[in-house]
């Protein structure tokens, strides 16, 4: 019992240090976006987290807008004070980027993982080495620069459209008066809290990106690993993007 | 006196043993390995990817192993690697321009310049220029692909060229291009060393390889039980 209880946690503390020394390479390896094969990757990465997840995250935010909308006019009523201070702190602080955190860990933690992780069953890794390309440099820094730039531009994006089109659709079925709603709204948000959801939304673009690349790099060179890279980086980044929000969350107590 | 490339002395490894060789610039050596494995080894061994048990790895004047990484990455930006590795998420031009782009020792102009000049070898270069560059290593025949390694060593002007079992499991006429490519790779300033991986026993009469007048050849010995 105790021999499995240690061997469990070994394998998460190597999966932290993994993880967070996939970090630390990468931010101490900035200077090699200035190389064009480098750069060229992470505007690659930019655009598939980013640009190619502007549809489904507007579809959420909008789903989300609207239920949330919906169901605080019945719990609280049409107090417009209680309705803004709600979709401040329950949707655009905690919900909306916690929700674009996941999204981005579906579709590009996944794809990171299962693509790593097939380079290292091809040898492409071996090839990169043999190139001279230092696999670090070339795969890890664009996929962690790519997503801690694009995880918070599109949650900004998706509070932008939470706040501004779900009382806008919830106003078709329930009584809402939008100017008054939309003003006390905007008044609200103080700069502060506009930097630390930023500042979330990096820390969970560095963590998706680092618990992808871990799981995908470090898996044995064998096909029937590509799968499960990817599915151990969606629970793995599921895990830590929790663990990192609860920080956040003790922080801005 | 001819720059030694590189050069090994008494390697041994575990799918190997006593492997000696010297490689001059403008030289061609092939080496005849018994599996794909053990010519990988060798070629693992020779530019510092594994250390061997024991013996001395020269690259470019330098121990390999004992260089810091850094800079036996740096020695790797000299060599060109054919006969495979092309990365399968990035099209043909982007991996044929590859290494000689994150190195910075080109401008991105003369690459483009070389390339153009490489395809242009080829018989069937327009072709390459539409439909070959810009489509996925997956979607190419084997011999293509190893053309696409050949020309990436012709962005890159290295020197030392590593064509890993480039003239294996191929016909007649594809053998005959990328022997072609290969020769008119060695005629370029300054001429590079070639080193070519060749599975099979040497002693089988290859005329292929005998055709491209190397300077030497070994058979890699398999370590005894």
Request: net charge neutral.
């Amino acid at each position: 019992m105790r021999a499995s209880h240690t061997h469990v946690l070994g394998s998460i503390s190597s999966f932290f240090r993994l993880t967070a020394g996939i970090v630390v390479h990468a931010i101490t390896h900035l200077d090699a976006l200035r190389r064009r094969p480098v750069m060229a990757v992470t505007y690659k990465q930019v655009y598939f987290t980013g640009i190619q997840a502007l549809l489904p995250a507007a579809f959420a935010a909008v789903a989300i807008g609207f239920i949330m909308e919906t169901q605080m006019r019945g719990l609280l009523g049409s107090g417009i004070e209680l309705n803004v201070k709600m979709l401040k702190l329950v949707v655009l602080r905690e919900f909306a980027p916690l929700f674009t955190a996941f999204i981005v860990l579906g579709r590009s933690g996944a794809a990171i993982a299962s693509e790593l992780a097939a380079m290292k069953v091809q040898g492409e890794i071996r090839s990169l080495y043999l190139m001279g390309i230092d696999p670090g440099e070339y795969l890890l820094v664009p996929r962690v620069v790519g997503c801690a730039v694009a995880v918070p531009v599109l949650t900004f994006y998706f509070q932008a459209i939470v706040a501004g089109m779900g009382p806008a659709l919830a106003s078709v079925f329930v009584e809402i008066d939008l100017g008054p709603y939309y003003q006390a709204l905007f008044a609200s948000i103080t700069l502060q809290e506009l930097l630390v959801s930023a500042a979330k939304s990096i820390c969970f673009g560095l963590v998706i990106a680092a618990a992808a690349c871990s799981s995908g790099i470090y898996v044995p060179p064998s096909r029937i690993w590509i799968p499960q890279a990817a599915e151990l980086a969606v629970i793995r980044g599921f895990l830590l993007l929790l663990a990192t929000d609860a920080v956040f969350a003790l922080l801005t107590l | 006196m001819p720059e030694v490339i590189a050069s090994i002395d008494q390697i041994s490894t575990e799918s190997f043993r006593s492997a000696t060789m010297r490689l001059e610039a403008g030289t061609l050596g092939i080496v005849v390995t018994s599996s794909i494995d053990q010519g990988r080894d060798f070629v693992d061994t020779l530019l510092g990817l594994a250390a061997p048990e024991q013996g001395v790895v020269r690259l470019l004047g330098q121990p390999l192993y004992e260089l810091p990484e850094s800079r036996r990455l740096a020695l790797l930006a000299q060599v060109g690697h054919a006969g495979g590795g092309l990365i399968s998420n990035l099209k043909i031009w982007e991996n044929v321009s590859l290494p000689a782009l994150f190195h910075p020792t080109s401008t991105p102009d003369e690459v483009e310049a070389r390339l153009i000049e490489a395809i242009g070898q080829l018989p069937n270069k327009e072709e390459w220029m539409q439909k070959r560059l810009p489509a996925l290593p997956d979607t190419l025949s084997r011999y293509a692909q190893r053309m696409a390694g050949l020309i990436r060593c012709a962005a890159l002007r290295p020197r030392l060229l590593v064509a890993e079992f480039l003239l294996d499991d191929l016909e007649g006429e594809a053998i005959g291009r990328l022997v072609d490519m290969l020769a008119w790779l060695r005629r370029k300033e300054p001429p590079p060393a070639v080193l070519l991986l060749h599975l099979g026993a040497a002693t089988a009469g290859h005329s292929t390889l005998q055709s491209l007048q190397p300077d030497w050849m070994i058979q890699l010995e398999k370590p005894t039980p």
